[in-house]
């Protein structure tokens, strides 16, 4: 896969915001003063999931007052895949980073991931130590084995929200998981295109603000089901040529 160059580096930071008015100054200020340090050409993409506090006006604001600010608001909420994959596709630069807008992981360590580009298509961050309940770190142990089966991705922690993609990606795959699933949505059609992964480890923290929404059984039922499709999807495109997949109707 031919890479583009790093440098001058062109950078999208982008993260989702549900209801994070206590955290999405803090997190976007660090995004704008981490992507100048590294960055010759900088956006930061915030993207509102249809927040029902104060966190769209709050980046309003942010927008009108830093030039390399901009959002985007989804409206109704549309979930944290819904979230990530506007970012995705609303990405202007040639990079493009993501993390949560919650505060937990550190976005002074995005610098630590660009070296691997010289080697790997993507590098995507595992954390060091998780700092969520146990019961997040269980589930997200059995979620990694069944991934590692299901798509043979060898990913450390694939839900680390810790990755850089080239953006030039997005328009070669489809993104369809609305919910948790996205992470392993977009990865597994990127390594089937022949896409290189790199990992790192990255350190992460304990939510200070906000409420976590990421273990509801909602959530967690919609992984399964986005789960099972993506798996279909995937089989049914590497069985039937394109063109034959195209022709049949879609099933109401
Ligand atoms: N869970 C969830 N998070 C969303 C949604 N839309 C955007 N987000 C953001 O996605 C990030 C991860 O959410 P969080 O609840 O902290 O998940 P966790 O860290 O995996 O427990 C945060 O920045 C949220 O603000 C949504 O509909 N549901
Ligand atoms: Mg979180």
């Not at 995705?88 to 807008?101: I, K, Q, S």
């Not at 691997?116 to 997200?140: F, H, K, M, T």
């Not at 798509?151 to 810790?162: Q, S």
Request: with cysteine.
């Amino acid at each position: 896969m031919s890479r583009p160059p790093r440098s001058p580096l062109s950078l999208t930071i982008t993260f989702p915001c549900y209801n994070e008015e206590a955290n999405v100054e803090r997190v976007t200020r660090s995004a704008v003063e981490v992507g100048r340090r590294i960055a010759d050409d900088l956006e930061v993409l915030i993207v509102n999931d249809g927040s029902r506090d104060r966190t769209g006006e709050i980046a309003d604001r942010l927008a009108a007052e830093i030039p390399e600010v901009r959002v985007v608001h989804n409206s109704p909420n549309r979930g944290y895949g819904g979230a990530l994959s506007r970012g995705f596709r609303e990405a202007t630069r040639t990079w493009v980073f993501y993390t949560d807008g919650d505060g937990q992981f550190d976005i002074g360590e995005l610098p630590r991931l660009l070296p691997l580009l010289e080697r790997y298509d993507i590098v995507s961050g595992y954390r060091r130590q998780r700092r969520d309940p146990w019961i997040r770190r269980l589930n997200a142990w059995a979620w990694g084995k069944l991934v590692r089966v299901l798509f043979g991705l060898r990913i450390r922690d694939i839900d680390g929200a810790f990755k850089i993609y080239p953006r030039s990606l997005f328009d070669r795959i489809e993104m369809k998981s609305t919910g948790a699933l996205i992470d392993t949505e977009v990865l597994s059609r990127a390594q089937r295109l022949g896409y290189s992964i790199g990992q790192i480890d990255v350190s992460h923290y304990p939510r200070t603000a906000g409420q976590q929404t990421g273990a509801r059984l909602s959530v967690i039922v919609r992984a399964f089901r986005e789960l099972l499709a993506l798996r279909r999807d995937i089989r049914g495109s590497a069985s039937k040529p394109v063109a034959a997949a195209r022709a049949t109707p879609k099933p109401l």
